[in-house]
């Protein structure tokens, strides 16, 4: 028997790995993540854990009939164990940020753990299990998913994913007796993957592609076992999806996504090089960022643009490698296949998510990426006698520390707001969402002539951006440009929204104009103008507030108080 080979085990389901291998790749993921421990809550962690009444409240039932976003915001998405998983955190540890921040780290180290299992069971060989599991604790690309919090529904779904895929492999590499228990563990497994994230669609088209690939004995048997194993939970979670949400449709409403403006051909040839950028981020993940959005990635809009030509090369290099490895290697093949399969839903290239590039959507799907490296790399190394091993094994080992320093130095650019923004602008000055984001941080701690020089820059790389222009119609009022600001507050109140995604800034433009009437002396029309404020914004206690000054001043004294009582309550609350 070859070194690291797995000895076939019976009905076996976990194969003899190393618990010191376990215990190391646990241990490498707990030491280049535990940085963020003391990081706050950033970007969407305060909509969905902070300020999300189904996390404060453990009640099962309403978090499994309730969209992901809650019902103050954003609907269409449906990841209801993600949403448990934050409730329980709440319910032991308490609502500080460091509680979600320490159970995603603990998560991740497991993420290593199932993926050396798994990909120890797929290739049927230790030492490639185990260089993968390595890889996929140190890798950086994993760091968006684990230091952020909403990143818990990538480990989730990636862990339950790599845990359906080993049960899988061990059915699938079973030669004598089938055990009725992987019949059970496969779907249950896979319907929590997508229970949590629905990115855990793509490995449907692995398992069934790579069945196909592989062409082994009774090949369209097998097939239609992986199409049924892992088809009847994505045909569940679909029903689920589809009375909790009332369709299946994606949201693409999020107005500073890329891709929402796109036809044709824009979508194609930007979609296609966004799945270059993402297999080149993975590979040297150097050039990392918080946020990928518009402004700092521009539309591809021409065959001639010198993005899809350096796309053109990456995608043909990573063909090649398929056709390569076919043959022998087929394993490190099946690899680059599962990155392929797994990206693809989310790759814009069929539908539109509107998210044109994000590092977290490349959690589970680097896990090909490593498995394909370690077959490769393993496999010459049998190759090489001598001090040429030794030369490559310290070599492996010096990228795992490069990998390790990567992660562990990105706590800092998540550690809050601020910080979170300034590391995106960095790297991309001109990136609209960071620079209204900072600007936000910057009056939120009196710089406000700094503030405005942001608001500014991310209005002029998209004129359209209404949350900057609440703030620079703010700004405007001040100066006492009341015209101009009247003018600003226009342009969002003349499209009353019709999608909870809207309803904040149109809010917003509704307080500051009543702001503006209280200044011109139009007390009937400011308390009109928050009174509608607050149908979009019922439990906002500065509406509360503004409304109750105002109805005091015009001698409506009872139910002035009764305004003031109510926006003392959300505040304690």
């Not at 003349?494 to 139009?522: D, T």
Request: hydrophobic share 50%.
């Amino acid at each position: 028997m070859k070194s690291g080979t797995v000895p076939g085990t019976g009905v076996s389901f976990f194969p003899d790995v190393s618990s010191r291998g376990l215990v190391l790749v646990f241990l490498v993921a707990l030491l280049v993540s535990l940085g963020s421990v003391q990081n706050h809550f950033v970007g969407d962690d305060l909509p969905i854990v902070k300020r999300n009444p189904l996390v404060h409240d453990l009640d099962v039932g309403t978090i499994f009939s309730s969209n992901y976003w809650g019902e103050t915001s954003y609907g269409g998405l449906y990841r209801p164990l993600t949403i448990l998983s934050y409730a329980l955190n709440f319910k032991l540890l308490g609502r500080a940020p460091w509680g979600f921040h320490i159970v995603n780290c603990i998560l991740h180290g497991l993420v290593a753990m199932v993926g050396l299992w798994c990909l120890t069971r797929v290739s049927l060989r230790r030492d490639v299990g185990q260089l993968g599991g390595l890889l996929i604790a140190a890798s950086p690309i994993a760091s968006e998913a684990v230091l952020s919090v909403v990143g818990r529904a990538e480990l989730l779904s990636a862990l339950f994913s790599l845990l359906a895929l080993g049960f899988y492999a061990s059915l699938r590499n079973e030669n004598r007796i089938v055990s009725p228990l992987a019949w059970v563990l496969v779907p249950v497994s896979y319907l929590l993957a997508l229970l949590s994230k629905e990115i855990a669609a793509g490995c449907f088209l692995a398992v069934v592609g790579g069945e196909l690939f592989l062409r082994s004995p009774n090949r369209w048997g097998r097939i239609a076992r992986g199409a049924t194993l892992f088809g009847l939970p994505i045909l569940a979670y679909l029903v689920a999806r589809g009375l909790v949400l009332d369709g299946l449709s994606v949201p693409t409403n999020h107005t500073y996504f890329a891709l929402l403006g796109a036809h044709g051909w824009e979508r194609w040839l930007t979609a296609t090089w966004a799945v270059a950028a993402s297999l080149f981020l993975v590979v040297i993940p150097i050039d990392l960022c918080g946020d990928y959005s518009i402004g700092s990635l521009p539309l591809v809009v021409s065959f001639g643009d010198v993005r899809l030509i350096g796309a053109g090369v990456v995608l043909v290099i990573f063909l090649v490698a398929m056709l390569k490895g076919l043959g022998k290697r087929k394993f490190g093949t099946l690899g680059l296949f599962f990155f392929g399969c797994v990206l693809f839903p989310v790759s814009n290239l069929v539908i539109p998510i509107g998210v044109l590039l994000a590092e977290r959507l490349l959690y589970l799907p680097s896990v090909g990426i490593h498995f394909a490296f370690s077959f490769g790399f393993l496999s010459l190394c049998r190759r090489l006698e001598g001090s040429r091993r030794v030369f490559a094994i310290c070599l492996i080992l010096s990228l795992v520390f490069l990998l390790s320093h990567r992660f562990a130095s990105r706590a800092e650019d998540w550690r809050t707001n601020r910080t979170l923004s300034e590391s995106v602008l960095r790297t991309y000055p001109m990136n609209a969402f960071a620079n209204y984001n900072l600007g936000v941080v910057l009056f939120q701690e009196g710089k406000k002539k700094k503030a405005e020089e942001h608001f500014d820059r991310a209005l002029s790389i998209r004129p359209g951006y209404e949350k900057a222009i609440v703030y620079k119609a703010g700004f405007l009022q001040q100066r006492g440009e009341m015209e101009k600001a009247h003018l600003l507050f226009l342009t969002i109140l003349n499209h009353k929204p019709q999608e909870r995604s809207r309803f904040e800034v149109y809010g917003r433009a509704l307080q500051g104009r009543g702001a503006l009437f209280v200044q011109e002396q139009r007390l009937g029309l400011a308390e009109k103008s928050l009174k509608e404020a607050l149908t979009f914004l019922p439990d906002d206690p500065s509406l509360w507030g503004d409304l109750a000054n105002i109805l005091k001043m015009r001698g409506k004294v009872v139910e002035g108080d009764q305004a003031r009582s109510r926006a003392v309550k959300l505040r304690k609350g």
